[in-house]
Protein backbone atom coordinates (compact mmCIF):
# COMPACT_ATOMS: atom_id res chain seq x y z
CA UNK A 1 0.00 0.00 0.00
CA UNK A 2 1.06 3.59 -0.57
CA UNK A 3 0.92 6.78 1.01
CA UNK A 4 -0.63 9.84 -1.08
CA UNK A 5 1.37 12.60 0.97
CA UNK A 6 -1.36 15.41 -0.98
CA UNK A 7 -4.12 13.11 0.77
CA UNK A 8 -1.85 12.85 4.72
CA UNK A 9 -1.63 16.81 4.41
CA UNK A 10 -4.98 17.67 3.57
CA UNK A 11 -6.44 15.65 6.15
CA UNK A 12 -3.63 17.10 8.03
CA UNK A 13 -4.72 20.41 7.70
CA UNK A 14 -8.67 20.03 7.49
CA UNK A 15 -8.49 18.38 11.16
CA UNK A 16 -6.03 21.31 12.45
CA UNK A 17 -8.37 23.43 11.37
CA UNK A 18 -11.47 21.77 12.54
CA UNK A 19 -9.48 22.13 15.82
CA UNK A 20 -8.99 25.72 15.49
CA UNK A 21 -12.21 26.49 15.59
CA UNK A 22 -12.95 25.00 19.37
CA UNK A 23 -15.98 23.88 20.50
CA UNK A 24 -17.84 27.23 20.72
CA UNK A 25 -20.44 27.86 18.02
CA UNK A 26 -19.11 30.27 15.21
CA UNK A 27 -22.47 32.30 15.87
CA UNK A 28 -21.63 32.50 19.89
CA UNK A 29 -18.45 34.35 18.90
CA UNK A 30 -20.15 37.37 17.06
CA UNK A 31 -21.62 40.37 18.75
CA UNK A 32 -24.84 41.42 17.86
CA UNK A 33 -25.13 45.08 16.47
CA UNK A 34 -28.31 46.55 18.89
CA UNK A 35 -31.16 46.88 17.37
CA UNK A 36 -33.40 50.18 18.04
CA UNK A 37 -36.72 49.62 20.05
CA UNK A 38 -38.64 51.18 17.32
CA UNK A 39 -37.07 49.59 14.37
CA UNK A 40 -39.17 47.77 11.45
CA UNK A 41 -38.03 43.99 10.34
CA UNK A 42 -39.64 43.99 6.98
CA UNK A 43 -39.98 40.88 4.74
CA UNK A 44 -40.50 41.83 1.44
CA UNK A 45 -41.22 38.96 -1.48
CA UNK A 46 -41.49 39.54 -5.43
CA UNK A 47 -42.29 36.58 -7.78
CA UNK A 48 -41.74 37.68 -11.48
CA UNK A 49 -43.22 36.58 -14.24
CA UNK A 50 -42.46 33.48 -16.67
CA UNK A 51 -39.45 35.03 -18.70
CA UNK A 52 -38.91 38.19 -16.43
CA UNK A 53 -36.90 36.46 -14.02
CA UNK A 54 -33.64 37.68 -15.31
CA UNK A 55 -34.98 41.43 -15.52
CA UNK A 56 -36.64 41.52 -12.08
CA UNK A 57 -33.47 39.90 -10.56
CA UNK A 58 -31.11 42.90 -12.04
CA UNK A 59 -33.71 45.58 -10.96
CA UNK A 60 -33.80 44.19 -7.40
CA UNK A 61 -29.99 43.95 -7.26
CA UNK A 62 -29.62 47.35 -8.44
CA UNK A 63 -31.56 48.54 -5.39
CA UNK A 64 -28.85 46.45 -2.76
CA UNK A 65 -25.80 49.15 -2.75
CA UNK A 66 -27.73 52.49 -2.96
CA UNK A 67 -30.20 51.41 -0.43
CA UNK A 68 -27.69 49.88 2.30
CA UNK A 69 -26.05 53.62 1.88
CA UNK A 70 -29.69 55.22 3.57
CA UNK A 71 -29.57 56.63 6.45
CA UNK A 72 -31.60 54.37 8.94
CA UNK A 73 -30.80 51.46 6.94
CA UNK A 74 -29.49 48.64 9.29
CA UNK A 75 -29.63 45.55 7.09
CA UNK A 76 -31.06 45.04 3.61
CA UNK A 77 -30.07 41.92 1.98
CA UNK A 78 -32.22 40.15 -1.49
CA UNK A 79 -32.56 36.43 -1.61
CA UNK A 80 -33.32 34.19 -4.78
CA UNK A 81 -34.98 31.30 -3.40
CA UNK A 82 -33.06 27.81 -4.54
CA UNK A 83 -36.28 26.19 -5.78
CA UNK A 84 -38.07 28.91 -7.91
CA UNK A 85 -35.87 31.29 -9.47
CA UNK A 86 -38.54 33.78 -9.82
CA UNK A 87 -39.01 34.34 -6.02
CA UNK A 88 -36.89 36.89 -4.77
CA UNK A 89 -36.95 38.12 -0.76
CA UNK A 90 -35.83 41.11 0.41
CA UNK A 91 -34.69 40.61 4.44
CA UNK A 92 -34.57 44.76 5.56
CA UNK A 93 -33.92 46.26 8.97
CA UNK A 94 -34.86 49.68 9.22
CA UNK A 95 -33.85 51.99 12.20
CA UNK A 96 -37.38 53.37 12.44
CA UNK A 97 -40.63 54.39 9.94
CA UNK A 98 -39.07 57.60 9.04
CA UNK A 99 -36.45 55.92 7.32
CA UNK A 100 -38.60 53.40 5.76
CA UNK A 101 -41.16 55.95 4.50
CA UNK A 102 -37.35 57.90 2.91
CA UNK A 103 -36.39 54.48 0.91
CA UNK A 104 -39.75 54.49 -0.12
CA UNK A 105 -39.86 57.01 -1.94
CA UNK A 106 -35.99 57.26 -3.59
CA UNK A 107 -35.06 57.61 -6.72
CA UNK A 108 -33.58 54.08 -6.56
CA UNK A 109 -36.84 52.54 -5.34
CA UNK A 110 -38.97 54.09 -8.00
CA UNK A 111 -35.97 53.19 -11.16
CA UNK A 112 -37.02 49.57 -9.31
CA UNK A 113 -40.70 50.26 -9.83
CA UNK A 114 -40.37 51.26 -13.46
CA UNK A 115 -37.88 48.65 -14.34
CA UNK A 116 -40.49 45.87 -13.16
CA UNK A 117 -43.50 47.32 -14.41
CA UNK A 118 -45.42 44.77 -16.07
CA UNK A 119 -42.92 41.93 -14.82
CA UNK A 120 -43.94 41.29 -11.28
CA UNK A 121 -46.71 38.28 -10.94
CA UNK A 122 -47.46 39.44 -7.14
CA UNK A 123 -45.47 40.71 -4.35
CA UNK A 124 -46.00 42.09 -0.95
CA UNK A 125 -44.38 43.60 2.63
CA UNK A 126 -44.85 41.66 5.68
CA UNK A 127 -43.35 43.69 9.34
CA UNK A 128 -42.09 42.38 11.95
CA UNK A 129 -41.03 43.05 15.62
CA UNK A 130 -38.07 41.92 16.87
CA UNK A 131 -38.03 39.53 19.98
CA UNK A 132 -34.89 38.22 21.19
Given at each position: MS??????????????SIAALG???LAAQTTQPKIPDDAIILIAEL??????????KKALIAMVA?????KGCLCYNLHQ?????????FYEQWANQ??????GKSA??????AATHGKVAKGGATR???LA
Open positions: INRRDVLARGLGLATKPKAKPGAEEAVPTRKESEKDAATFVKALGTHHMRAMRYRL
